[in-house]
């Protein structure tokens, strides 16, 4: 029985917590959601079909506006489908360069949900500067490693575009050695907030179960208590050569999403010390033409990104651009049990969810 | 460590199951019928050693005379990963059964399939345009799809 007349509201699309142009049309009875509904596509650029018409090399530059926080992590995905397509070996310096530059950025990602998540929460802005003063090292290190922060499109099928200058050496070790302190900080102040704790804890829960059924990856799947990670479960690139652990939450609920960042900010920092100390000089790009033309054929490459299982579904006809070119986006797939987590809820919670389920709009729409 | 299955030994293993299902296999690669395909997929989601709770993604292909549509499913309790793939054949109005009943995670990927590509998921209770607009013409993946004229 309802206890007032149920009521329509858009939420979106320029609602802040949406975190882009995303609406959701909502139902409420008073406060309390009782029905709602997903709306997408604001952003959609036909990334699929614009890749239809680029070069191998050219898409690359797509994938970096996929993602937008993890352009690398975008990258990535797509060269090690390509590298499926035709079996291409990328030399060892190219490798660790690559997965170097997919930890930085795994790290930059979490940064900005814990921040947007607590801007979401109404810590407005100063959490979020916190979160930035960091990031801000890392687009740096990106800045020496190709001359991009954002878009970087560093990648390439058989490695890397360029070797890493002498100086960024240096910055990186003092990242290192720097980070572990910030990620203590931000325990310290978010974690043992108890008004953090109260907000967050047991709210907006999702079953291991529920959430394989909808297709949910990443860190979203690892909240509620199972263990899965494609570079432990599925190890690509060099992975397999590092030891690092998978955090796992308790129960699925807001905080375990939001403080399973943090903990895997501290694995990916384990494993950028581990190849600090393991690389070795030596050609970081394969003999691969610019004009790449890969047999025919079809592969699935995919990767762990900061949102979860990003793959790459491509077909080629021989030629000189993909035939297809399928992006399977973690975001899109993470909101698939949206209505399950939402509804019974408050509107407040709704912004919450929102934020910790972290979503980016680049990725939802493509 | 997750072992990817063989179409030859993917196929032996529905072949059990729904005998009329299997179109043929090369190297990691299954075909089968399209209208079995949510008698497959009920019976790898539920199949002792298989029990494929995972749809990692759904894509579709335009090859001009048919449309592929590629499954990709991994089974987390027993560590496997598999592709199988269905022929459509027709431009009008090419369909397949949906999989929506068993897995969840297939609702937005089989609307963006039908936005796009155009192909009809049968039983899917709320097929409708998901990255375009409720009124656009065409389907703009399909490798004949041009702009309208402006």
Partial sequence: MSLSEPITVNVGPQHPSTHGVFRLRVTFDGELIVDLEPVFGYLHRGSEKLAEERTYTQVITLTD??????????????????????????????????????????????LVATGFLLNDLGALATPLMYCFREREKILDLFEMLCGARITVSYMRVGGVFQDAPEDFWPAFKTFLEEMPYYIDEYE????????????????????????????????????????????????????????????????????????????????????????????????????????YRPPAGDAYGRVESPKGELGFYLVSDGGIAPYRCKIRSPSLLNLSAIKEMLVGWKLADMIVTLGSIDINMGEVDR | MLTYLTGESLAQRIEVACPDAVKGWKRSDLWIAPESVLDVSKYLSTAPGMKFDLLNSISAVDYIDHFEIVYHLTSTSENLSIVFKAKVYGRDNPALPSVISIWQGADFQEREIWDLMGVTFQGHPNLKRIMLWDGYEGHPLRRDYLEPPR
């Fill in chain 1, 65 to 110: 506006r996929l993602d937008y926080v993890s352009s690398m992590i975008n990258n990535q995905a797509y060269v090690l489908a390509c590298e499926k397509l035709s079996e291409v070996q990328v030399p060892e310096r190219g490798s660790y360069l690559r997965t170097i530059a997919a930890e930085l950025q795994r790290i930059a990602s979490h």
């Fill in chain 1, 188 to 291: 310290q102040f978010l974690v043992g907030n108890e008004i953090l704790l109260m907000r967050l804890k047991g709210g907006n829960t999702v079953s291991k179960e529920q959430a394989l059924n909808a297709s949910i990856t990443g860190p979203v799947l690892r909240s509620t208590g199972f263990s899965w990670d494609l570079r432990k479960v599925d190890p690509y690139e060099i992975y397999d050569r590092f030891d690092f652990d998978i955090p796992v939450g308790e129960q699925g609920d807001n905080f375990d999403r939001f403080y399973i960042r943090l903990q895997e900010m501290r694995e990916s920092l384990r494993i950028l010390n581990q190849c600090f100390k393991q690389i070795a000089p030596g050609p970081v790009r394969a003999n691969v033409p610019y004009l």
